[in-house]
Nanobody
Framework: QVHLVESGGGLVQTGGSLRLSCAAS????????MGWFRQAPGKERELVSA????????YYADSVKGRFTISRDNTKNTVYLQMNSLKPEDTAVYYC?????????????????WGQGTQVTVSA
């Protein structure tokens, strides 16, 4: 059983930056691909970014390419999401998730464990 705890959310103005962190415990972190999802009110949960076990492979949704960067530190059991040039449409609850696979998968049902989420609000 993997336990995930997100942190780093908050309120920021348009154009600002935030760095989200997700700390994992209870499992071998390097056995899991990791993803960051977000869900805005009234919308479906969507994948923002994902990273393979080693960090060699990454995926970004088109809406965040060039603005967000995912990374991981397997020695600290932590995955990060650096978010720059934030826009009001980035406002959502952001969740990290773990997928026990060697692949980088982009759909939520593939992920085995989820954090509780952290709110990101971008003001206009």
């Amino acid at each position: 059983q993997v336990h995930l705890v997100e942190s780093g959310g908050g309120l920021v103005q348009t154009g600002g930056s935030l760095r989200l962190s997700c700390a994992a415990s209870g499992g071998t972190f390097s056995n899991y691909a990791m993803g960051w999802f977000r869900q805005a009110p009234g919308k479906e949960r969507e994948l923002v970014s994902a990273i393979s076990r080693s960090g060699a492979i990454t995926y970004y949704a088109d809406s965040v390419k060039g603005r967000f960067t995912i990374s991981r530190d397997n020695t600290k059991n932590t995955v990060y999401l650096q978010m720059n040039s934030l826009k009001p449409e980035d406002t959502a609850v952001y969740y990290c998730a773990a997928d026990q696979t060697a692949l980088v998968r982009i759909t939520a049902p593939n992920y085995d464990y989820w954090g509780q989420g952290t709110q990101v609000t971008v003001s206009a």
